[in-house]
């Protein structure tokens, strides 16, 4: 038996908020793609390191793991539309300043790592909220596709951004490129604000409980519940072993196929055309097949393709393998969200999705770092068949060790939380 999910992939754009969120959110991704693409062929350009190169990724994302359980607090206690508005209102001006040092002239790797990083953590601020509020802008069926719509959003803004940064630097220069990141944010506030309706949390917890008591409550929450836990563990463990990749891709193109921005960004277009194939296939799969099957064949496939990425004896076989790999990242991300969204308590998911998010940003920050030095140490061909071997074998262990992780996985209803069991976990997370 498969729970209800359902099959169409565009059938929450049948409501007004999410056509609203998503037109805002396909400029701002575009505008980040643009970002990530442009600075980090300008740092390896100007340096060959693929740490160096890793670092603008890590600055990038890493800070979820910071600023991500602060937004997670902030989520569960005030209107969560707000939160998010306000965070991208921050997250607009540290970027507008980091554009402003780039028209100053300023390429120092430091300093622009240093302004993503900030920019990137008041991003971080109010992406816990942006996660909380999609279980309640469509019923429980449309969930998957909901997550899915996400996941397009982001790989139309890498498809697009990539190119459109790669003809902004040519025609308009880099600061004015980054302005229009910045530009992108103020888009999607405005969109976030135009929202109807209130996402203040039901049934928070205790106002007087500390910092910390909420923090741990959040870590607590995740533990207790085996479909939540088990979707954060398979997130780090991809993160860890596979998505660094993709932080790599322009100083992999420059030093082992002699390519700049143009063929960094025909690779990571490539990688988003494919993600967007490989969200359209889980979510029409997802209503056929149980999930932890699904999961266990993209796993698998994602841990091959990444040994042939690493051998691609060309460009065009680099980004075939690329496709493929955006298909099958996808897929998972996809697919392990929900799972987490599914099952996520509605008045803790502020502080559950901030876990997942912090998880994701520390495991991808660190892998990044070890693949990246692997690859200055050896080179990136040798660094990426690790990656595969580690795929493979996480998987492995944990569906070995874990003995209820398909049940976790494939659970039809979401395990309750009251407010009295909230109420202990605070309790017990003050002990």
Known sequence: MVAAVSNHPFRPLRHRSVRLLLGASVVSDTGT???????????????????QTGLVALATFMPQGIAAPVGGLLA???DRRKVFASALLLQAAVTTVLAIVLGSGVRTPAILTLLILLGSA???????????????????????AMISLSVYSWNAGRIVGPLLGSVLVITIGSA???GFNAFSFVVMATAVSLLRRSFRPHGADDAESTVRQRLLTGLRLVRANRGCFHGVVL?????????????????????EYDGGTSMAGAVASAQGIGAIVGGFLMTWLAARHSRSSLLKGVQFTMAGTLLAYALAPSVIELIVCAAILGGCVAAMFITSVSIIQRDAPPNGRGRVMSVMQAAMGISYGL???????????????????????????????LTTRSRNWRTAIDGFEPTPVDPEAMQAITVVAGD
């Open 33 to 51: 793609w643009v970002q990530l693409i442009v600075v980090g062929s300008l740092i390896a350009a100007d340096t060959g390191s693929a740490v």
């Open 76 to 78: 569960d206690r005030f």
């Open 122 to 144: 008041a991003g971080s601020l109010g992406a816990p909220s942006a996660a909380a509020m999609q279980p309640d802008l469509v019923p429980p069926e449309e969930l998957l």
């Open 176 to 178: 004015w490129t980054i």
């Open 235 to 255: 997130l780090v463990l991809f993160n860890l072993t596979l998505v660094p990749f993709m932080g790599l891709i322009p100083i992999y193109v420059k030093a």
């Open 367 to 397: 892998g990044l770092l070890f693949i990246g030095l692997l690859g200055d140490l050896i080179n990136l061909h040798v660094a990426f068949i690790v990656g595969a071997a580690l795929t493979a074998g996480a998987f492995a262990l």
